[in-house]
């Protein structure tokens, strides 16, 4: 099996799931990557076979960048031709972005399951989408982007299987945390975000007066925020996590009452996983996929959301004015839960081997 899938962690953690799901060999499986892009570290680290491929995208993009990257795309399928020639898989696994459009064009005729992550697809998706044999969505609400209804099936967002291990008691110790208190996550995504980040430093001090804060800065902003903290009591700093990235990011989120947190596809399926109720704040300078997100949950009372540009001024009151109401927290939990699909990954995995039944005595069960 192929799979080709990058760009950020809301496309690369469902396929690395899927794939745990399935139980492939190594010699089964070979991942294309973008290059320079951050599921090579991810990917590698579970000693997955990874190469890579060059793309860029075009949507959006400058007119003075237009032609480049066009050129990129035109390599990047020049590039998955060979790999296909030299890998033959049976079965190819995308997850979006322009990474996968090259590798779509090369292996048309080829079968192919596409999983839609967000619950509207990108330009990059819908393109995708042309060329998959079927197509996996996370929500039933997704099926109104696609024409072709016979291709679709609904699995649910894939969580990671090292999530469902963490449990509240289990988390608050792993931080060094009171039970007792209440406790806030927030965190911007797999690469940060950096009006969150400022937001929350601003009232960080008056937060920590009433409850105990996890904080994943990402890495572009840890050397300034860890500045920052060293500036804390010694009070403060017990009742303060700040980490750059966090491997165990199950802890984070079975830990807290309330997330603050962007949009990514991943909270369709982590924060219904752990019931966790969210102040979402959706990237402002990107498609509007954050946004639909955003709206998915709260219009299902799991989440409440805040505007990029309203952070600075309303963040801490809808804060204080969640985690001081424990029944209205309860509610939103309950919301949050009841759109959990904890075995969306095995549906998945039982789909791809569905498709590759008659394919080579088909995918390992």
């Known amino acids: 099996m192929l799979i080709c899938a990058g760009g950020t962690g809301g496309g690369v953690y469902p396929a690395i799931t899927v794939l745990e799901a399935l139980g492939l060999e190594k010699d089964q499986v070979l991942w294309v990557g973008g290059r320079g892009g951050m599921e090579e570290s991810l990917v590698t680290r579970k000693d997955i076979p990874f190469t890579t ?15 480049g990257n066009i050129w990129q795309l035109i390599k990047g399928l020049f ?6 020639a030299q890998f033959k898989p049976d079965l190819l696994f995308f997850t979006g972005g322009y990474l996968a459009f090259p590798m779509a064009v090369a292996a048309i005729g080829s079968p192919s399951l596409l999983y839609v992550p967000d619950i509207e697809p990108g330009l990059a998706l819908k393109a995708l989408a042309r060329f998959a ?11 109104q982007y696609f024409p072709n209804p016979s291709k679709l099936t609904v699995t649910g967002y894939p969580v990671r299987p090292g999530m469902k291990e ?9 931080f060094g945390f009171d039970p007792h208190l209440p406790t806030l996550t927030v965190a911007g995504g797999s690469k940060g975000a950096r009006s969150i980040n400022t937001a929350v430093m601003k009232i960080l001090p008056k937060l920590l007066d ?3 804060v996890i904080h994943l800065v990402g890495h572009l902003d840890w050397e300034q925020i860890d500045a920052q903290a060293q500036t804390l009591t010694s009070e403060q700093v017990k009742r303060y996590q ?3 990235y966090l491997h165990e990011m199950g802890a984070a989120l079975a830990a807290p009452d309330l997330i603050v947190s962007r949009a990514g596809a991943s909270i369709l399926g982590e924060y219904p996983l752990f019931g966790l109720p969210a102040i979402l704040v959706p990237y402002p300078h990107a498609w509007r996929y954050q946004q639909v997100n955003a709206k998915y949950l709260a219009e299902r009372g799991a989440a409440v959301i805040l505007q990029d540009e309203d952070l600075q001024d309303l963040l801490y009151n809808r804060i204080h004015d969640l985690i001081s109401n424990p029944p209205e927290l309860l509610r939103m939990r ?13 549906r998945i995995a039982d789909l791809m081997r569905d498709m590759s039944g008659t394919i080579n005595g088909g995918l390992p069960t």
Do not use: C, N
């Not at 590039?79 to 296909?84: E, F, V």
């Open 53 to 67: 491929i060059p793309a860029a995208g075009v949507h959006g993009v400058g007119l003075s960048k237009l032609p």
């Open 79 to 84: 590039a998955s031709r060979k790999i296909l």
């Open 133 to 143: 044999t079927r197509i996996a969505l996370t929500t039933e609400v997704s099926s």
């Open 166 to 174: 963490w449990d509240r008691e289990k988390a608050l110790d792993y």
């Open 210 to 212: 009433q409850m105990q």
């Open 242 to 244: 700040a980490f750059p």
């Open 334 to 346: 309950q919301a949050m839960t009841a759109l959990a699909a904890p075995d969306a990954a095995t």
